[in-house]
């Protein structure tokens, strides 16, 4: 075998070798989890945590946010909740899917209250940059007020209007009956 050919054999294996190795590599994806937790009385009655669905429509307004800062105006910026379709069985819904584009009836809608960057190994707040977003919003006494099956947050071009913007992620649960004398806090985690 000549010089050449065989530095060109080696190159070769090693170009291989290299291409095998990047595809073994995995991608995970953005993820998410759901913490909610139901206050009636200053007495806590509900505690529900669990893995949320991060939808289809969310990489497109990735991508939005990636091609210029102009448009869109902003990220993930409400968080709605929504009482399901009325034909669902309130205390086994349906699984959340990734092709969904927005609740299946959302009667009410608010503001991030506050959204945190989270250490990733020890799940507190910090000022250092992370992939893991803490997404809070607190329904008050006499918001959000109804059965409560349903909740998803929205970004881009979302407005206070119901049904507005690209949604991101979606969780069904079996109902939560929100009363006007129970209060509601809700954190979306979203790990990209």
Known sequence: MG???EK??????IFQMGSAMKERETYHGMKGKLFLKAYEGGKL????????????????????LLKDNAEPMSGISYLSIGSGNGSWDPFDPPAPTTAQ???EYEFFRKAIDLATFVHP?????TTVYTNIVDYSVTFGEGEAVG?????GLFGGDATAELN???????RTFPVINKT???????IFRITA
């Open 121 to 125: 190994e020890t799940g507190e707040p």
């Open 147 to 151: 059965p409560i099956l349903e909740m």
């Open 101 to 103: 584009t927005r609740l």
């Open 45 to 64: 009655v509900h505690d529900y945590s669990s893995p949320n669905i991060i939808v289809n429509t969310a990489s497109i307004l990735i991508a939005r």
């Open 164 to 170: 507005s913007g690209t949604m991101i992620n979606w």
């Open 3 to 5: 010089f050449f050919t």
């Open 8 to 13: 060109f054999t080696k190159m070769g294996n």
């Open 180 to 186: 006007s004398t129970m209060t509601l806090t809700v």
